[in-house]
């Protein structure tokens, strides 16, 4: 079984500061991503990474950086948070480019911003 | 730019009747659908996968889609809820000439009544 997992499971931040949500996977993928699911919405990319080192925008990079040290580990920085960034945040891994392969979730983050 | 519909944003049933939850998608090539669920504080699961050939796919714990290109559909459905079906059903589009973008739904939530 997959296993992606993601750390902090919830976080509340101020208004201005620095967030960094952690992912680390297990499953051997290459592919890592970055959503974000708001109420009442599907998920949207924000960022994702095909190889260590390396990281490519998604649809929606505005405000977030991410980072991929190593295979196994995908992080997603938030310099200085806003309010409009509440969310759930989740990442996922695949084997292959995402749209053909399965993508294994993580349980999410929720992050508030006060 | 492709799109995926999913009408009905709840969905009632009650515990042993059969469902079908809804879902169009806007793309002019050839379309790869999935059905992905959401169970409560969880990331998402794969419930089954289009890419060609039969147009009904059968997924996990019974539940079955249909590929409908004339109707641009992809409707999942199941002949007898469970209670532990409650969750939020979402379609994703994806395509070979999309690269890594998958395309969410807005998600169908399922309450199963016991």
């Known amino acids: 079984e997959a296993a992606v997992t993601q750390s902090p499971r919830s976080k509340v931040a101020v208004t201005g500061g620095k967030v960094t949500l952690s992912c680390h996977q297990t499953?051997?993928?290459?592919?890592m991503y970055w959503y974000r699911q708001d109420t009442g919405h599907g998920l949207r990319l924000i960022h994702y990474?095909?190889?260590?080192?390396?990281?490519e925008k998604g649809d929606i990079p505005d405000g977030y950086k991410a980072s991929r040290p190593s295979q196994e580990n995908f992080s997603l920085i938030l310099e200085l948070a806003s309010l409009s960034q509440t969310a759930v945040y989740f990442c996922?891994?695949?084997?292959?480019?995402?749209?053909?392969?399965?993508?294994?979730f993580g349980p999410g983050t929720r992050l508030l911003v006060l | 730019a492709q799109s995926v519909t999913q009408p009905d944003a709840r969905v009632t049933v009650s515990e042993g009747a059969s469902l079908q939850l809804r879902c169009k998608y806007s793309?002019?090539?050839?379309?790869?659908l999935f059905w992905y669920v959401q169970y409560p504080r969880q990331g998402l699961q794969l419930l089954l996968k289009?890419?060609?050939?039969?147009?009904v796919v059968q997924g996990v714990n019974g539940f079955e889609a249909e590929f409908s290109k004339s109707n641009s559909s992809f409707h999942l459905r199941k002949a007898s809820v469970h209670w532990s079906d409650s969750a939020v059903y979402f379609c994703v589009l994806s395509s070979s000439n999309m690269g890594y973008k998958l395309t969410f739904g807005t998600g169908t939530s399922l309450l199963v009544d016991p």
């Open positions: 289009y890419y060609s050939g039969d147009p």
């Open positions: 793309y002019s090539g050839t379309p790869y």
């Open positions: 499953n051997n993928h290459d592919y």
């Open positions: 996922a891994s695949s084997d292959l480019a995402g749209n053909q392969d399965t993508q294994y």
């Open positions: 990474s095909y190889v260590a080192d390396s990281t």
